[in-house]
Each structure stands twice: as structure tokens, then as C-alpha cells.
């Protein structure tokens, strides 16, 4: 009976190795021919180890040397610690990030386009989705332009289609809300004393994002007041943070706000600022090989794109800690981890 059982066990640790081995090879890019000639030339006793060896390891008749084991765990170390990634780690399978301002020119677009190329740089499933009622929409084929030779998906989509969209697993959507659609989602009352009401019928009382972004210039009197009453609106069903983009540097916004009724100490505001540049060229790479045209825009809206997973209970796992991981992983959780690191293909729209 102990013979028995302890075949059995060996049998399984056979077929673990076998898969294990399978897919260091795979990620290898290792043959089994290649392989062969290279453990043969590996050999001090001068035999050859043929490729029926190394078909009878992979398919778990014979057990895997443990000496390949071992060699075949540092090559995947040494090939994962050249090329590891930043991990994303989400609350959820797929999140829904929105940007808006009911008042035009606060950079709702800029920031949107910004933080959707930020996720496609940790090689994140990325879309962006333009908000915007169908006659509008068609002459907004700028932004797809920049984006899709990023490979983020901009696919056209109504307002009423977007609100029954699903995420699908580690996706994360961007959605551009226009100013016009946000707008039209409140009652305007007769007396101009009365605060917005939210119309249950418009499209803000019916979208539940994951998180609202809310760009403005805190110096702006005009664009401080309008956002203050577009939040007291209450047609927001998600949570909300506020977005400083100061045209320049100054220290009068957090008096500013004030005025207006913001505290910028509370919960609501993003604890940073993203500064807007004097350049009116897109900051984001021209394509998947190239290069941030703006590295400070690039280092900000990462900061945001991080803070905002952070909000809302994920994570992203830096390289340099990854690195340590890596030193202490066996086999399995080497090809773990580069399974969820490896660059995924481009999604069709």
C-alpha cells in the first residue's frame, strides 16, 4: 500500500514538472530539439541527450531531471528580472473612470486621453469612450487618431449603449463625458437662486462609474463656482474627486476655493495638482515604440492614474519590488508572474 501511494505521488510530481517544464519552454521560446542539444552540450559525461528524453519529461512518462528543474528555474529568473513590468492590480475584474465639467476648456478631453495612455503603458486593457449624443459625436475623430496607434480602443458608442457596458476582465475604460451631455442632465430651475437638480432621466443619474474625475482651475472664480454647483446637483453616482490643473503657479486657489465653497482639505479634491502646459501638442507617445513627448505630464498623471486605484482598492506593484520577489520564487510562481506581466495583443474595437 505504501508503494502504492508513494508511486502515485511521484506520478503527479512526474506531471507537474512535465507542465512546469512546458511552459518555461514556451516562454523560453526552447524546441524540444533545442533544448535537447543544449542539455547535451550542458553534460560533463559526454552522452547526448535526445529529444525522446525530452518528449518522454513533457508528456510525464519519466520523471524531469531535477538538475534541468533547477537550470531551467534560473533561466526564467534571469529572463523575467530583464523584463518585468509594473503589476496593475484592480479592485474589481474591469473598471469605469469618468471625466467631466459641465464648463468647456477645463482640459476634460486632455486628462482623459492622458490617463488612457498612463494604463496603456502598464499594458493595461485600455479603452476610451467618447460621451456625447450621436450628431456630436461624429465630429470627434481626433482623439481616436492619437489613441489607436496606441493600441487603446475608441469605439463608437451612444450614451444609452455605454450605460449597460461591461468591463470585461483587467479592462480600464475612460469615459469622456461632454460638456453638453452633462449639462442636459439637470433640471435648469426658473429662478437662477435655486440649485440644479439632477434629472432622472439624463444620463449622469443613470451612469455608475467607478470614479468621477473632475477637472478645473481652482483660480477661476467662474469654474470653481460652476463645479460647486454641479456636485451639490447630487446627480453624480459614483465617487468624486476633484482635479487641480492651475494655468499657472500660484498659491491663492486654496483661498480661492474657499470663496466658493470648496474646502480643498476634504476627501472630494485629489490631494496634488497636474500643472497645464504651455504646449498645445499631445504629451502622449505617437505609438506602442515610442517615447512620453512630455515626461512631467507622463510623471503626473501616472501619480493620478495610481492615487485613483489606490481610492479605490487597488494597487499598482512596482518593478523594483517585483525584482525582489522574483529572487525568492520557485518555478511555478515565476510563470505566474510573468503570465500576468506579459504584454497582451491588441483588441479589436
Known sequence: MVNIEKSRIDRGQAMTNA??????????????????????????????????????????????????????????????????????????????????????????????????????????????????????????????MELEPLWIDCPDMSPEKLL????????????????????????????????????????????????????????SSMEASAVKDFIEGDALRAPVWIVHRPRSMSLSFASMAEREGLDITSEIFYPSFIPQTVSTSSPI??????????????HHHYQLFEAALNK?????????SLQLQIERMNLSELLDLVDRTSVPRRQSA
Open 164 to 219: 449597460s457596458y461591461q468591463p470585461s476582465a483587467r479592462e480600464v475604460v475612460f469615459v469622456d463625458v461632454s460638456n453638453t451631455l452633462a449639462r442636459n442632465s439637470f433640471i435648469r430651475p426658473s429662478d437662477r437662486n435655486e440649485p440644479l437638480k439632477a434629472d432622472p432621466k439624463g444620463f449622469l443619474d443613470r451612469f455608475h462609474p467607478d470614479l468621477y474625475l473632475i477637472p478645473l482651475d481652482l483660480e
Open 19 to 144: 507542465a512546469l517544464l512546458k511552459r518555461a519552454m514556451q516562454y523560453l521560446d526552447l524546441t524540444g530539439v533545442a533544448l535537447s542539444e543544449t542539455v547535451s552540450a550542458l553534460r560533463e559525461d559526454g552522452k547526448r541527450t535526445a529529444p525522446e528524453t525530452i518528449s518522454r519529461w513533457l508528456n510525464g512518462t519519466n520523471p524531469v531531471d531535477p538538475f534541468l528543474m533547477g537550470w531551467i528555474t534560473e533561466l526564467v529568473r534571469s529572463k523575467a528580472a530583464k523584463n518585468i513590468q509594473p503589476i496593475v492590480e484592480l479592485p474589481k475584474p474591469g473598471l469605469i473612470i469618468a471625466v467631466v465639467n459641465p464648463k468647456g476648456g477645463t482640459g476634460v478631453t486632455s486628462l482623459c486621453m492622458n490617463l488612457a495612455a498612463t494604463a496603456k503603458s502598464l499594458h493595461m486593457k485600455t479603452t476610451y469612450i467618447y460621451a456625447e449624443n450621436e450628431d456630436a459625436r461624429k465630429n470627434a475623430d481626433l482623439v481616436p
Open 312 to 320: 479605490l482598492g487597488g494597487n499598482i506593484v512596482e518593478s523594483y
Open 285 to 298: 507617445p505617437r505609438d506602442m515604440l515610442s517615447e512620453w513627448r512630455d515626461e512631467d505630464q507622463h
